[in-house]
């Protein structure tokens, strides 16, 4: 996937999130550290241009306000992980800062994250996000499917499936992060 | 990291900003309406506190309970070692229980090295007679960090009895790693002979000292490790190296002022000094559960292969 590609993917999930959610006025973005962060401040972008621009996707909104920012949020996982504290040696994985700034109570949570793998760093998340209240519904968002689930966990919204094999690696690129935006699938 | 934390000279500058970083991604959770993370639920962690310490107890209790550790504490006072056991022997007793890690308190210096030979368990240092005191260092950095965003050419000065204090050896090494220029002050019966090799400036003249500070640091008293005629008297003292608002004056405008803690009012610090708007005694206090935390996430996974 090129630059072009993600935008144009971004752009299709923000279609898809207004049209399943009938309005923005519960919603709130939180992305998974590290690539889940961009993502979801790009949706939250990408809604608020849709809503500018037809403002009838506005339900639930008081009509004639302005477009309304959906609340995003970081959320790190590491002291979630299941496979901590498995290895005799090596440094500890480095734990960034969680940054959900407003309450997730009775909100529709859009979970956003690069790469769905294994499912475990979704459980984790997930472990993550109830411990900061009881949020009305929690919805998966992930740019790339690419198979291998190890648990019982299913994306509401998938830019792309790619099917790879286990001995591959698929790397996001982004320009906030990376300087580029490329999804790329290397051998190992 | 190494296995364990016995002292400042232990780590490198990286590891201390680990540890910094670390401790800033620790304190969003003390402000979450669930203070607790799953990450060392199943470790069992041992406060061994062989010196009376409220902060520092209660400081490891909560960041090891925010961590979802369990732990227990061991108070001397109601253990076997009235009873005459050593240091060795008690903590070899307690090895035997498997606990994953030990946080020692004692009077003696190099407590913590002996255990770090004879237990498989995790030792950190919780303060080690006049040797050292890494956690409360850290913390200290932590805190200058954050109000002055940096720790590289600040002028910190230290005052008070240099002699006994561990946290002035752990609060020197750190420092002066990370670049700071750093002046120590105190009555000469209390300056320890070779402290300028640490790479610090000695005057006695405090006024000289805290002019143009950007921190100053107030050290205690230590009575209970006075074994002599250190001081005249308590009243001498503060008199002259006590901090009062006429010295904090000869810092810098936005100086912070900063004491480890337990404080004698009216011995180091004048009472307007420690409340005062400067000071930011309190808030070492809050940054120790999220450091303490960071450390204990840190040394709780594999050692470094070497």
């Given at each position: 996937m090129d630059a072009d590609r993600i935008g144009r993917t971004l752009a299709r999930i923000a279609h898809e999130i207004l049209e399943r959610n009938r309005g923005v006025e519960d919603l709130a973005l939180v992305g998974i550290r590290t690539r889940g962060v961009p993502l979801a401040r790009r949706l939250a972008r990408a809604i608020r241009e849709i809503q500018r621009r037809d403002p009838s996707t506005k339900l639930g909104v008081d009509p004639g306000s302005s477009a309304v920012d959906i609340p995003t949020g970081a959320l790190d996982i590491t002291l979630y992980r299941d496979d901590l504290m498995r290895t005799a040696v090596g440094a500890q994985p480095?734990?960034?800062?969680?940054?959900?700034?407003?309450?997730?109570?009775?909100?529709?949570?859009?979970?956003?994250?690069?790469?769905?793998?294994?499912?475990?760093?979704?459980?984790?998340?997930?472990?993550?996000?109830?411990?900061?209240?009881?949020?009305?519904?929690?919805?998966?968002?992930?740019?790339?499917d690419r198979g291998h689930r190890e648990l019982p966990i299913k994306a509401d919204y998938v830019g792309k499936n790619l099917p790879t094999s286990v001995s591959q690696s698929?790397?996001?690129?982004?320009?906030?992060?990376?300087?580029?935006?490329?999804?790329?699938?290397?051998e190992s | 990291?190494?296995?364990?934390?016995?002292?400042?000279?232990?780590?490198?500058?990286?590891?201390?900003?680990?540890?910094?970083?670390?401790?800033?991604?620790?304190?969003?959770?003390?402000?979450?309406?669930?203070?607790?993370?799953?990450?060392?639920?199943?470790?069992?962690?041992?406060?061994?506190?062989?010196?009376?310490?409220?902060?520092?107890?209660?400081?490891?209790?909560?960041?090891?309970?925010?961590?979802?550790?369990?732990?227990?504490?061991?108070?001397?006072?109601?253990?076997?070692?009235?009873?005459?056991?050593t240091l060795a022997d008690t903590a070899m007793n307690i090895e035997a229980m498997a606990p994953d890690m030990i946080v020692l308190r004692h009077a003696s210096s190099?407590?913590?090295?002996?255990?770090?030979?004879?237990?498989?368990?995790?030792?950190?240092?919780?303060?080690?007679?006049?040797?050292?005191?890494?956690?409360?260092?850290?913390?200290?950095?932590f805190t200058i960090r954050e109000h002055k965003k940096r720790i590289d050419g600040l002028k910190v000065t230290i005052v008070g009895d240099l002699m006994h204090s561990r946290v002035l050896r752990s609060n020197v090494l750190l420092l002066t790693k990370l670049g700071a220029d750093v002046w120590v002050s105190g009555p000469p019966t209390l300056v320890p002979t070779g402290?300028?090799?640490?790479?610090v400036r000695v005057s006695p003249a405090i006024d000289e000292a805290v002019t143009g500070a950007d921190v100053i640091m107030m050290l205690r008293i230590q009575q209970e490790r006075m074994h002599g005629a250190f001081i005249p008297s308590l009243r001498e003292y503060f008199n002259i190296f006590g901090m009062t608002k006429a010295r904090v004056a000869r810092a810098k405008p936005e100086v912070i002022i900063m004491h480890p803690g337990p404080m004698n009012r009216g011995v180091e610090i004048a009472s307007d000094v420690a409340d005062g708007p400067y000071s930011v005694i309190l808030e070492q206090v809050a940054n120790g559960v999220a450091v303490r935390m960071a450390v204990l996430y840190l040394l709780a996974g594999g050692a470094d292969a070497d």
């Open positions: 480095v734990i960034r800062r969680t940054e959900i700034p407003f309450s997730i109570d009775d909100k529709r949570i859009l979970l956003v994250d690069d790469v769905l793998y294994t499912g475990r760093t979704i459980r984790a998340a997930l472990d993550a996000l109830i411990e900061f209240g009881r949020p009305k519904a929690i919805q998966l968002i992930v740019l790339v698929v790397q996001v690129h982004l320009m906030e992060v990376d300087g580029r935006d490329e999804v790329e699938i290397l | 990291m190494k296995k364990d934390l016995l002292g400042i000279d232990d780590l490198t500058r990286d590891e201390i900003y680990l540890v910094l970083d670390t401790a800033e991604a620790m304190r969003e959770i003390g402000q979450r309406p669930i203070k607790k993370v799953p990450t060392l639920r199943g470790k069992t962690i041992v406060n061994l506190f062989y010196e009376p310490s409220t902060r520092t107890r209660t400081s490891f209790e909560i960041a090891e309970k925010r961590l979802s550790a369990d732990t227990l504490n061991i108070a001397v006072a109601t253990s076997s070692v009235l009873k005459g056991e190099g407590a913590g090295h002996l255990l770090s030979r004879i237990c498989r368990s995790r030792i950190i240092n919780a303060g080690d007679g006049m040797h050292e005191h890494p956690t409360q260092a850290l913390l200290d950095a402290i300028e090799r640490l790479g």
